[in-house]
């Protein structure tokens, strides 16, 4: 039987994927193996089909216990024989299985590395009895330290090639750098082996990034459009699983939760019931995944922010095996990241914890790109990719960007200036003019310092990544990253280089879910665009965006009061374009018996809103709380929220009419106020992670009122 016939026979494929035949025959030809592959790429498959074909067993060793049974099941299911060994079964079943080697009736055996490499030996002893005649080692960036997820009992598995020479051992992984794979074939010890690496790109998934505001509201919202679809969602601990998944339960998903302090029968049933399609979601931390083959998990959401790379790409590679559209989707918290670096500590070895603090930068380095995520990934696994791939959320959105220049200028000549030898955060405390002892006091006499005062740190932050990935500035790591100028700061900083750099606000989802929106009349939109922007010699783009062409599309305005609503439409684009496009509209809504929608769309906020003009209900608020009722009282009495109520009363902070010391103590608020500072006000939410418990909502809005209130007097000074 030829390789493709087995393909046919066992697995249902007509040709094979990737490198897939070429690894084949490789271990047929006895020759050792290192493949890499993207996660559903393939890879069991590389070792499986040779151990059809091989008249012998077929040793896989498998870290985890959840994998085993998957793979397991599915090639009984297939035809192949195969069971596992590990710590969930009795003895009497482990009995039954070595009775199977024995007599030869076993094709392939899962196994893990500590099993094999037991003090008393006795397993390995036993399979060296047997015909072993292909070892396979799945997941085996385990073995290296400059891994993700290094295990210290996978460096046992260096003494296979002395305890079976003459086997071929095919190392496989969806996740390891170079210098992981460097790792791999040395403590591997393999004899001269074939490495394949596959692309890593998984061009059916689109990647997206959110900053992660009300979490759970967030996710209904994402899962709202997605109930009758498969989906994993990872969460950093096992409490947050079980609450998680409870929480869903209530808003009527199925869901489960699965982490590695369940019960083997739990963590089994539940993984059963989600590949069945009895539930739709498991909530889950990183012991749920790998190897599992379940095809159509449409969505993977990570509630937590990954420790890595590596690993982020494996789990979000459990969606769309099978090569359907899929979605990955991460809510980011800076304060996830200051949670994690504690984590990333390893003890006893600083150099294992460096190389984890590192992992955990680009990770969060990802996190805060202004540029394409698929990019990013791939560069990160040495792969050339271009800078645009139509399908991350950078890619499919439109951001409003500005002139940046002097920006740019004020950061290239602090680096100028310090030397290029200090790294990002002394540039941007140099920038901000901050008195801490830290600067250098010759640095403070500096023309530059204090030169950036009025930009957040936050933004500041963002403004030397986006200026790195531009290639206006370069990061050396001599010990600690350091920036540097690179030939093309020069132009710049002589004003003969203009830098675009992007605002911060993205034109965002809207919070509530739109209604679908007519194809037919969307296209109708652009091609009137498309007249004006050839009749008048400019991009489309700049006459309307495509956002404001869906939204027409969406809320089919028919008059010229509803077409203001619409984004995009200010006075003199609403005059000189309005009337056409209403056209374009009435005549389809006409047509197909349409009418307006515009009701379903929130109102623009009214222009020019004059400073300190305040709305009936929040002076009602301000009168009860003037006459002593707290906010819960004030909630109660008028019928709405308490988050409401902070509103009213935070925005008399803003305006003066009411005292910060109302509401926070001056201790917290230096505390709130220098979180603020460092990781800007836009959204509360990252800032009540990085502050912990003691901080409430309502303390951290009212500084950040105080805040608002002292800049807007120093603007009219």
């Known amino acids: 039987m030829t390789p ?30 290192m493949a890499l592959m993207p996660t559903g790429g393939g890879k069991s498959l590389c070792y499986q089909l040779p151990a059809v074909l091989l008249n012998g067993l077929t040793i896989v060793i498998s870290p985890l216990i959840a994998l085993m049974k998957d793979q397991v099941d599915s090639l009984n299911l297939n035809g192949i024989p195969a069971a596992y060994l590990n710590s969930s079964q009795s003895a009497e079943e482990q009995k039954d299985i070595a009775i199977q080697l024995q007599n030869n009736r076993l094709r392939l055996l899962y196994i893990a590395p500590e099993r094999l490499f037991a003090a008393d030996n006795r397993m390995m002893a036993f399979l060296k009895t047997l015909n072993v005649v292909q070892i396979a080692i799945d997941e085996a960036h385990c073995i290296s330290q400059w891994g993700h997820d290094f295990r210290p009992e996978y460096l046992m598995l260096s003494g296979l090639k002395q305890q079976f020479p003459d086997v071929p051992v095919i190392a496989l992984t969806a996740t390891a750098d170079k210098l992981t794979q460097k790792d791999i074939l040395e403590k591997l010890n393999l004899h001269n082996p074939a490495i394949f690496v596959s692309s890593f790109n998984r061009a059916n998934i689109t990647y997206r990034v959110t900053p992660k505001k009300n979490s759970f509201n967030q996710l ?7 109930k009758d679809e498969s989906g994993i969602i990872y969460c950093l601990s096992r409490k947050s699983t079980e609450t998680l998944a409870a929480d869903l339960k209530e808003e009527g998903y199925d869901a489960e939760a699965y982490h590695a302090g369940l019960s083997n029968e739990v963590k089994a049933r539940n993984q059963e019931a989600f590949l069945k399609d009895e539930i739709k979601i498991i909530v889950a931390t990183i012991a749920f995944g790998m190897g599992i083959n379940k095809s159509n998990v449409r969505y993977v959401v990570h509630i937590d922010l990954p420790k890595n790379i590596e690993g982020y790409y494996q789990e979000t590679g459990r969606a769309g095996r099978d090569g359907l559209a899929s979605d990955a989707l991460l809510l980011f918290s800076p304060g996830d990241a200051i949670k994690l670096r504690g984590f ?14 590192k992992k955990l930068d680009d990770m969060v380095n990802y996190c805060q790109l202004h540029a394409c995520r698929r990019q990013y990934l791939m560069h990160y696994f040495n792969e050339p990719f271009p800078d645009h791939c139509g399908s991350c959320d950078f890619c499919l959105s439109e951001f409003t960007k500005f002139d940046g220049t002097l920006i740019a200028q004020k950061a290239l000549s602090a680096v100028a200036r310090l030397k290029e030898n200090f790294g990002g955060g002394y540039i941007i405390d140099f920038l901000r003019g901050s008195r801490s002892e830290k600067i250098w006091a010759e640095h403070k006499a500096l023309k530059t310092y204090g030169a950036g005062a009025d930009i957040s740190k936050a933004d500041w932050q963002r403004y030397l990544r986006e200026l790195t990935s531009q290639g206006y500035l370069q990061t050396e790591d001599n010990g600690f990253p350091v920036l540097k100028l690179t030939a093309k700061s020069g132009a710049v900083l002589k004003g003969e280089q203009k830098v675009e750099l992007i605002s911060h606000e993205a034109i965002e989802e809207h919070e509530h879910e739109a209604p679908a929106h007519e194809a037919e009349l969307l296209n109708q939109l652009r091609q009137k665009r498309q007249e004006f922007a050839v009749m008048e010699n400019l991009p489309a783009y700049i006459i309307l965006s495509d956002a404001t062409l869906l939204e027409m599309a969406t809320y089919l305005p028919q008059k010229m009061d509803e077409l ?7 006075d003199v684009k609403l005059a000189r374009y309005g009337r056409e496009f209403l056209t374009v509209i009435n005549n389809y809504c006409q047509a197909k018996e349409l009418s307006s929608r515009i009701n379903q ?11 300190g003009q305040t709305s009936d209900t929040a002076k009602t608020t301000l009168d009860l709380y003037k006459a002593g009722l707290t906010i819960a009282e004030i909630a109660t009495e008028r019928a709405l929220s308490p988050i409401t109520i902070e509103g009213h009363l935070t925005g008399f902070i803003q305006t003066g009419q009411l005292n910060v010391s109302d509401f926070v103590n001056d201790e917290k608020l230096a505390v709130i106020k220098d979180a603020a500072e460092s990781y800007g006000t836009e959204r509360l939410a990252p800032l009540k992670e990085v502050l912990g418990d003691n901080y409430s909502y309502t303390e951290i809005k009212a500084v950040v009122a105080w805040m608002n209130f002292n800049q807007n007097t120093q603007n009219q000074n």
Do not use: W
């Open 4 to 33: 493709l016939q087995a393909l046919q026979k066992y697995f249902g494929y007509t040709q094979f994927r990737h490198t897939q035949q070429e690894i084949i025959d490789h271990v047929l030809r006895k020759q050792d193996v």
């Open 220 to 226: 209904l919202k994402f899962l709202g459009q997605r």
């Open 344 to 357: 990333a500590q390893v003890d006893d070895n600083p150099g294992q914890s460096a190389i984890m603090l």
């Open 564 to 570: 203001r609503l619409i984004s995009g439409f200010g």
């Open 601 to 611: 769309k929130s109102a623009k906020r009214q222009r020019n809103s004059k400073r």
